[in-house]
């Protein structure tokens, strides 16, 4: 039931853009994202709780479509602070009260 | 404001040994997790616990024990370790299921 994430890994030149996608196979509650630096613990990012919602901020932001059990993380005009690995972490509503972690997508931002 | 605190932060351990990691939290948060991670494969829930005195396994639990007899601790427990559970060992706690939960540094535990 782990989450797929795509790509598994990204490079960009600043200022460019991102989107990282979180798809599950299981009807989802919530979708979670975390970034984790190297060497770091993981840091959250926002959570997504109704079918349809969008947040952002700053420059990220975040979609989730409920019907299709997918999430997208948007990073806009990156910055070299955004690298690191970003996970989704998806709520399954078979489950509840416990996320289920995507491997990661590495993003490297370069000068 | 010390968040979730992992104690140890490195150990090295023989096959066949046993030890305790201890996480706390000074939030008050309800919830708390034990994940390990290895590369690749992202963060894999080992055990957690929605409440003082209950605990309930996550998708890999099989070589570890875990107990919340306090609220604020979350005890992990490796009764004989295998070279298999080298990997790197984090503690998180939430209000809530579906809150935004925060990490410990990690725990990074290699077993020869």
């Known amino acids: 039931q782990q989450p797929v994430q795509s790509p598994q890994a990204v490079i960009l030149r600043e200022g460019e853009d991102a989107v990282i996608n979180c798809s599950s196979s299981?009807?989802?509650?919530?979708v979670h994202w975390y970034r984790q630096k190297h060497g770091e613990a993981p840091v959250f990012l926002m959570i997504l709780l109704k079918g349809g919602e969008q947040k952002g901020h700053d420059k990220i932001s975040a979609s989730f479509n409920e019907k299709k059990q997918q999430s997208s993380l948007y990073l806009t005009a990156s910055q070299l602070s955004y690298s690191g690995t970003y996970f989704c972490g998806t709520e399954i509503k078979e489950y509840g009260n416990k996320l289920v972690f995507g491997a990661g997508t590495i993003l490297r931002v370069k000068s | 404001n010390a968040g979730v605190t992992q104690t140890p932060k490195f150990r090295v351990l023989k096959t066949g040994q046993s030890m305790t990691l201890l996480c706390a939290q000074d939030m008050n948060h309800e919830y708390m997790y034990w994940y390990r991670q290895d590369p690749g494969m992202g963060l894999r829930l080992i055990h957690y616990s929605v409440g003082e005195g209950t605990t309930a396994k996550g998708e890999v639990p099989d070589g570890y024990n875990v107990s919340r007899l306090k609220k604020q601790n979350f005890l992990l427990g490796l009764e004989s370790a295998a070279p298999s559970q080298t990997s790197v060992y984090f503690c998180?706690?939430?209000?809530?299921?579906?809150?935004?939960?925060?990490f410990g540094d990690g725990t990074r535990l290699s077993i020869l």
């Open positions: 299981k009807a989802l509650y919530s």
């Open positions: 998180a706690s939430s209000f809530l299921g579906n809150q935004p939960q925060h």
